[in-house]
């Protein structure tokens, strides 16, 4: 049996243009000292993160901007938020084939289980580990895989991501990483890692996942 772990934005869902939509009209109606540029935020940072980034040592505006954007993007129908090509056939192929599958993501909880509902693919996944499972508790990536792997009783098998920190974090915690070059990170900022893989479109993870299996 596989276990595989997950990344969510940039890997399985390309969520840019929701979380772009929402971050403006929070940045319009919470004005920071510095209108950021929105193309060059770093979205695979936590919303705790992203918006220090922007407001800096104003904690006011950051307990504000966090509340407000939950509240938007919480109950957002996600319409615009996509899976990547392969993903639903190839999340079920690898279900089919006895893999177990999970989630660790720099979203929070209630989001990332919604939008993985109105994807239609929670079904899919044993466990699920969010930077903040409870309100104001966070987790890095690194506790986020212990914490699956003790959930799934496993020691050995995949990161899939496109963050730094998603191949650091797999690398650190002895698993293959697999970085996917199609997200939001670049290509060579990601090779710098020494993932294990790399691949440009999500169907050639299957690829690894069977040569592993037939080992």
């Excluded at 914490?147 to 191949?167: H, N, P, Y």
Aim: net charge negative; aromatic share 10%; hydrophobic share 40%.
């Amino acid at each position: 049996m596989q276990h595989i772990i997950f990344d969510l934005d940039g890997t399985i869902i390309d969520s840019k243009n929701e979380i772009l939509k929402t971050y403006k009209l929070v940045f319009d109606q919470i004005r920071p000292d510095v209108a950021p540029d929105l193309d060059k935020l770093n979205y695979g940072l936590t919303l705790g993160d992203l918006l220090k980034s922007v407001y800096g040592a104003d904690p006011d505006k950051i307990a504000k901007a966090k509340l407000l954007f939950a509240s938007v993007y919480d109950n957002s129908d996600y319409s615009e938020t996509t899976l990547y090509d392969g993903v639903v056939d190839v999340l079920n192929a690898l279900k089919k084939d006895g893999c177990e599958l999970y989630i660790a993501t720099n979203k929070r909880l209630l989001p990332t289980k919604r939008i993985l509902e109105k994807k239609q693919i929670s079904h899919l996944f044993s466990h699920i580990m969010a930077n903040e499972m409870e309100p104001g508790v966070t987790f890095s990536k690194r506790q986020m895989i212990e914490g699956l792997k003790r959930l799934g009783s496993f020691t050995e098998g995949f990161m899939v991501g496109d963050a730094i920190t998603d191949i650091q974090a797999g690398n650190e915690e002895k698993l293959q990483t697999v970085a996917v070059t199609y997200g939001y990170e670049k290509p060579d900022v990601l090779a710098a890692q020494s993932p294990s893989f790399t691949i440009d479109h999500f169907e050639k993870l299957y690829t690894f996942v069977t040569a592993a299996a037939s080992r």
